[in-house]
Nanobody, 120 residues
Framework: QVQLVESGGGLVQPGGSLRLSCVAS????????MKWYRQAPGKERELVAD???????NYADSVKGRFTISRDNAKNTVYLQMNSLKSEDTAVYSC??????????????WGQGTQVTVSS
């Protein structure tokens, strides 16, 4: 079965950094586009960053220049490096895997999320 497990969340002061990891099992990461979402209390879920299986990446305007998504297909792991963190970044961050468009059935999987809290 497929499983996505996030780690790396926690409490950090404004201006600090965190690195989130998402380890996938039961799938071949090179066949999947990977995404990071976040959801703050009372807010809609927001797409933060994504990287397609070919390697290109995109970012929400609110995190451009501060966050970096990367992948290590050999380790079936996706990362989200978060720098210059702000209180507005406080949310539960979730990893998402969706199979590449070259497949007729775009299977999608979610991790359970990891809490990021930015506060003094």
């Amino acid at each position: 079965q497929v499983q996505l497990v996030e780690s790396g969340g926690g409490l950090v002061q404004p201006g600090g950094s965190l690195r989130l990891s998402c380890v996938a099992s039961g799938l071949t990461l090179s066949n999947y586009d990977m995404k990071w979402y976040r959801q703050a209390p009372g807010k809609e879920r927001e797409l933060v960053a994504d990287t397609i299986s070919a390697g290109a990446s995109n970012y929400a305007d609110s995190v451009k220049g501060r966050f970096t998504i990367s992948r290590d297909n050999a380790k079936n792991t996706v990362y989200l490096q978060m720098n210059s963190l702000k209180s507005e970044d406080t949310a539960v961050y979730s990893c998402n895997a969706i199979r590449s468009r070259r497949f007729s059935l775009r299977l999608e999987y979610w991790g359970q999320g990891t809490q990021v809290t930015v506060s003094s």
